[in-house]
T-cell receptor, first 115, second 115 residues
Framework: AQKITQTQPGMFVQEKEAVTLDCTYDTSDPSYGLFWYKQPSSGEMIFLIYQGSYDQQNATEGRYSLNFQKARKSANLVISASQLGDSAMYFCAMREDQGAQKLVFGQGTRLTINP | NAGVMQNPRHLVRRRGQEARLRCSPMKGHSHVYWYRQLPEEGLKFMVYLQKENIIDESGMPKERFSAEFPKEGPSILRIQQVVRGDSAAYFC?????????????FGPGTRLLVL
């Protein structure tokens, strides 16, 4: 069964520093996708970045990058040069290619950027 | 280019009443997913629908909950005889096709409060 684990309930970072949010996953499906979403205090879910299980290179989207270590089954999100607006909940999610097309989410990490 | 739309954004119901949540997917998207988020938790999958078909309802409670995605009009999540434990944020997401690599884009959510 697919499972996502985020071990950091909360993180506090100084503005302009880089931050890494941890995510490990478990699946028996060789084909899967990994996603990160941001949920600010307003509540909406904002898609940030995607990594496919067969992708050779780590995904990047602006200040976001995904540190994908397949053998370790980890998909950490790296935010460079953090900004006050990055303060939010961050969710890691996985979707298997076989069977149900659902996203399975981790518990989330609450990131607070201090000025 | 409208995103996923959900209404109402906030819904208050008394115990025993019915709640109807609506979701209009992004233009060109025929796959709709409903998720529920309890306070301080990640999202949990409820149901996956395509036009006129329920594909996977493995996350739906067996009683009181139903979902549909008619040929015309929005997808509807219906909760009959609501109880306090149904209070949560309900998110709808859509994607153009199925597959592990397809990003699901979320609506703003409906916050249901049962008094």
């Amino acid at each position: 069964a697919q499972k996502i684990t985020q071990t950091q309930p909360g993180m506090f970072v100084q503005e302009k520093e880089a931050v890494t949010l941890d995510c490990t996953y478990d699946t028996s499906d060789p084909s899967y996708g990994l996603f990160w979403y941001k949920q600010p205090s307003s509540g909406e879910m904002i898609f940030l970045i995607y990594q496919g299980s067969y992708d050779q290179q780590n995904a990047t989207e602006g200040r976001y990058s995904l540190n994908f270590q397949k053998a370790r089954k980890s998909a950490n999100l790296v935010i460079s040069a953090s900004q006050l607006g990055d303060s939010a909940m961050y969710f890691c999610a996985m979707r298997e290619d076989q069977g149900a097309q659902k996203l399975v989410f981790g518990q989330g990490t609450r990131l607070t950027i201090n000025p | 280019n409208a995103g996923v739309m959900q209404n109402p954004r906030h819904l208050v119901r008394r115990r025993g009443q019915e709640a109807r949540l609506r979701c209009s997917p992004m233009k060109g998207h025929s796959h709709v997913y409903w998720y529920r988020q309890l306070p301080e938790e990640g999202l949990k999958f409820m149901v996956y629908l395509q036009k006129e078909n329920i594909i996977d309802e493995s996350g739906m409670p067996k009683e009181r909950f139903s979902a549909e995605f008619p040929k015309e009009g929005p997808s509807i999540l219906r909760i009959q005889q609501v109880v306090r434990g149904d209070s949560a944020a309900y998110f709808c997401a859509s994607s153009p096709t199925r597959g592990a690599e397809e990003t699901q884009y979320f609506g703003p959510g409906t916050r249901l409060l049962v008094l």
